[in-house]
């Protein structure tokens, strides 16, 4: 078996995304010489135990990360700031900082003015989720095959960057690089005005069913369905990611919202082709997501 990547790997929250890692480094053995799981609660501590998929759990950050090579934040990223601040100065020298968060601008914000000199900060991304959360949630296989985007400064040790790919290529990932900014705009079309469009109709859908005396909710095995499956996801991640992607949400719903006026102005005026012309590109994005194996 190869070397492990890191001596001492220290995931700081071991819901969905940690307890994956978790498993991964445990399945695979040359992520890590030793796994260190860290979250808030006494009872996602137990179950983290209950289930072995970290050789140390730990209920003190800060002890947390002692001596750890490699330390990753997959903790919702409202609270990235104030986990670092407790963190911060217990990390070893050259130790790299990475984190998994749906936003990357917020984590140069919260996570860049702490850093001790000498620690290297490599934010990332893994583009792979389900709609469920905490420690039972994760499984092995949940980055195959999927993009992680890397986020690194200009500046930053290219062998801390390096190693946080080799990590995330362990996972089964496919990495690509791109600055904090771009990224943000990038995950604002392709995930989070989804999640806000879901949560929307959901609450419009409940709204109603008041009015039909839940006939909605009964014949919602439609369209309707589809959506809330993501309408399900965790109500702390999805406040804190709208609430630190604000800028390219908001840029991104006043565009969708001229383009739904343009589409409900065609059903309005009987504008056949424009109608169609939209479904069409529709089927378009899916089969090129199918193409890409995305779907
Ligand atoms: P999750 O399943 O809800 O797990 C969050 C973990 O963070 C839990 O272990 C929680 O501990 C811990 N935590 C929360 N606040 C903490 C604090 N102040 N101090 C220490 N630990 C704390 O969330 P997730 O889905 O894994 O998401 C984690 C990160 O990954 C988020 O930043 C999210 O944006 C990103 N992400 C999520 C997805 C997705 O689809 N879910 C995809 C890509 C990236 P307790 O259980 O004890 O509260």
Redesign the pocket.
């Known amino acids: 078996m190869a070397e492990p990547l890191f001596g001492r790997l220290c995931l ?8 994956s890692i978790a498993r991964i480094a445990r399945q695979r053995g040359d992520i890590a010489g030793t796994v260190v799981a ?4 006494p ?3 137990e179950r983290v135990r209950e289930l072995d998929i970290a050789d140390v759990v730990e209920a003190d ?1 800060a002890r947390a990360v002692e001596g750890a090579d490699c330390v990753v ?5 409202g ?1 990235n700031a ?2 670092m601040a407790q963190v911060a100065p217990h990390l070893k020298p050259g130790a790299i900082v990475t ?5 990357k601008m917020s984590v140069v914000r919260d996570l860049g003015p702490l850093l001790p000199k000498g620690v290297h900060l490599v934010p990332g ?11 039972d ?2 499984f092995p296989e949940l980055f195959q095959g999927r993009y992680t985007i890397l986020t690194p400064l200009p500046g930053t040790d290219p062998a801390a960057v390096e190693a946080v790919r080799e990590l995330w290529r362990r996972c089964g990932s496919m990495i690509e690089t791109m600055d904090p900014a771009t990224h943000d705009k990038v995950v604002a079309i392709v995930s989070h005005l989804p999640h806000l469009l879901a949560f929307t109709i959901c609450s419009t859908a409940d709204d109603l069913a008041e009015e039909t005396k839940e006939a909605v909710l009964k014949f919602a095995a439609s369209g309707f369905r589809d959506f809330t499956r993501i309408a399900a ?2 109500p ?2 999805w406040r ?2 709208f609430l630190n992607n604000r800028e390219a949400l908001l840029e991104m719903l006043a565009r969708f919202t001229e383009d739904a006026q343009a589409l409900g102005r065609a059903v309005r005026w009987g504008e056949a082709g424009f109608i169609e012309d939209r479904i069409q590109r529709g089927r378009k994005i899916r089969k090129g997501l199918i193409e890409r194996k995305q779907a």
């Open positions: 700081l929250g071991v819901g969905l995304i940690g307890s860290h979250a808030k609660t009872s996602t501590l950050a934040f997959c903790v919702p990223v609270a104030a986990v984190d998994v968060g749906s936003t991304h893994p583009m792979a989720g389900t709609e469920f959360s905490g420690p949630a994760g996801s965790d702390t991640m804190d990611v």
